[in-house]
């Protein structure tokens, strides 16, 4: 029988209106289910020009240095805001976003994915919908996709 | 936040949608929401071009319409036990009508299988979940089924 004990949420941490981490939250209060907030912060090999010098590797790791402790105060910030009271658990990744979804979902043993069908900003807004589409395809869990109300295309 | 009240549970009804239904009925119980299941029949009026008189094509839909009732009256007593249930079939484009039917039901979830048909369709029921995706103002449920390799 379909149960839900653990919500693997991936979030866009910069999203200002992250409809996912709602449903996720409400999902775990009718469900009594633990919460894995995933954000991911794209490998460098995203960007193969930065490997052409030996120097802008090390700025470039340097920077997603500070990116990813970044990241993991905003991780603090938003399980505040949006999963207050439940069981919950804050991840930042390093990868390509949906590698590191499906690699972490199976990890957890996730009974359903609650995720955006895409950002709504910068980079995260071009890629997190094809990042959807990919999950969908491959999760071997359920997953509950959510469209922002005002997307264009 | 919303919370949810309509659920539309889009199946095939092939081996998967037993899944799909474990999905719905979960959610369901837990919300204490009402449930519409539909198979979306394929219209087959583009093949009127095809010199197949008209009328053949009307009555072949009119039997598997009528089928897929009764498939799915039985589908949803079996499976949809102890949930405020209602089987529907509907004719037309899949991913069309199960975002009518969404929008129609005031749904808040709609739950349906990444694919699940054979042959053709089993291409074809992969891409309806993905225009359903992209396109439902609702959120969406999919469920790849597990003997998938």
């Not at chain 2, 199960?98 to 694919?115: C, P, Q, S, W, Y």
């Amino acid at each position: 029988m379909a149960d839900v004990k653990k919500i693997l949420c991936p979030v866009d941490l910069a999203d200002p209106l992250p409809l996912a981490a709602e449903y996720a939250g409400l999902l775990a209060r009718q469900s009594g289910a633990g919460i894995v907030v995933l954000y991911v912060v794209p490998d460098m090999s995203l960007f193969p020009n930065v490997n052409a010098a030996p120097d802008r590797t090390e700025k470039f790791i340097k920077l997603r240095d500070s990116i990813l402790d970044g990241a993991r105060r905003s991780m603090d910030r938003f399980i505040e805001e949006y999963f207050h009271g439940l069981d919950v658990k804050g991840e930042v990744a390093v990868g390509e976003i949906a590698g590191e979804i499906l690699a972490r979902a199976e990890r957890e043993h996730a009974d359903v994915i609650v995720m955006g069908t895409r950002g709504r900003s910068g980079l995260n807004a071009v890629l997190f919908g094809s990042v959807a589409s990919k999950i969908v395809k491959s999760a071997d869990c359920p997953v509950i996709t959510i469209r922002p109300p005002d997307e264009e295309l | 936040m919303s919370q949810l009240k309509n659920i539309v549970c889009a199946l095939d009804l092939s081996d998967q949608s037993k899944q799909v239904a474990e999905y719905a009925v979960m959610l369901a119980k837990m919300s204490h929401a009402r449930v519409t299941v539909v198979y979306a029949a394929p219209t087959l009026t583009q093949y009127t071009g095809f010199h197949v008189p008209p009328n053949t094509i009307d009555n072949f839909v009119g039997e598997i319409v009528s089928g897929a009732e009764r498939s799915m009256a039985d589908f949803v007593a079996e499976h949809f036990q102890g949930v405020d249930a209602q089987g529907i079939v509907v004719v037309g484009y899949a991913a069309e009508e199960i975002l009518n039917l969404a929008e129609k039901e005031h749904a808040d979830m709609i739950v349906m299988g990444t694919r699940g048909r054979k042959g053709l369709d089993l291409i074809l029921f992969g891409s309806v979940a993905e225009k359903v995706v992209k396109n439902s103002k609702c959120p969406v449920l999919t469920i790849r089924p597990t003997d998938d390799e």
